[in-house]
């Protein structure tokens, strides 16, 4: 029975942080629900400046009015409440880390986030305006370019996804190195195959044209060595410590 107490008080926090953590997110989604329409109209401007005059986005299911935007006011709550939900799992789990395990684990959930965000937001501002402009010039002459509001939401949650996780790479490569996997010689070493790379991913997640490829490539590339740099300030830091 002793044994059993600690588990059942931790399952009973756990309940509690999770319980924390979608309240938070419930209350910022109940705020801006009365401006879904506007949210998703903000996130469907990129294409609609790049409609041709008179054009409209189409819905081509019944409910696909009211639910694609409330979809797009959750993913936003659900951003604005992460800082919020983060910080319940890290009250959690805390008191079972060493000190330099907090050490490094605090930076690299707040740099990952920050990047994630950077992604998405480098994909909005930058990607999507050349994407859609090269598909409103290669259409057809008697084609009408009109997006149906559920898929073009499918296209750009595929993208802030892409874009999100291509932006970790210097947290992805920081971990790496500090753990132990690779090291800072190897991680030079692997620069021209990480090139070759970066432009095979963009290849396979960007629409076929070569600007928006390269403007995922060649992120991809200098993040790398974002992760690079980052490697060599954090070894100097610990060499210094031990002098």
């Known amino acids: 029975m002793t044994e059993e107490q600690p588990l059942l008080a931790h ?3 756990l309940r509690q942080r999770l319980l924390r953590a979608l309240i938070g997110f419930f209350l910022v989604f109940v705020a ?9 109209h903000l996130l469907a401007r990129p294409l609609l400046e790049h409609l041709p005059a008179g054009s409209k986005m189409i819905a081509i299911d019944v409910t696909a009015p009211f639910f694609v935007p409330v979809k797009v006011t959750m993913l936003v709550a659900f951003l604005l409440s992460l ?13 079972g880390l060493y000190h330099h395990e907090k050490r490094l684990i605090v930076p690299l959930v707040v740099s990952s986030m920050i990047l994630f965000l950077v992604g998405m937001s480098f994909a909005y501002f930058l990607v999507f305006p050349v994407v859609f402009g ?5 259409t057809p002459t008697g084609v009408a370019m009109m997006t149906d509001i559920d898929k073009y939401l499918s296209f750009v949650m595929g993208m802030f996804i ?6 970790e790479v210097p947290v992805v490569v920081v971990l790496l190195a500090r753990i132990g996997v690779v090291s800072l010689e190897s991680l030079r070493k692997m620069r021209s195959y990480v090139i070759v790379g970066a432009f095979v991913v963009a290849a396979v997640v960007t629409p076929p044209d070569v600007l928006s490829q390269t403007l995922l490539a060649v992120p991809l590339w200098l993040l790398y060595e974002v992760g690079i740099l980052a490697v060599v300030l ?10």
């Open 134 to 138: 090269f598909m409103a010039g290669v």
């Open 162 to 167: 892409a874009f999100g996780m291509a932006f």
């Open 32 to 40: 801006l629900f009365h401006w879904s329409a506007d949210i998703y």
């Open 234 to 243: 954090m070894q100097r830091g610990g060499r210094g410590e031990a002098s």
């Open 11 to 13: 399952l009973i926090e």
């Open 83 to 95: 800082p919020h939900s983060l910080y319940q799992i890290w009250a959690f789990v805390a008191p």
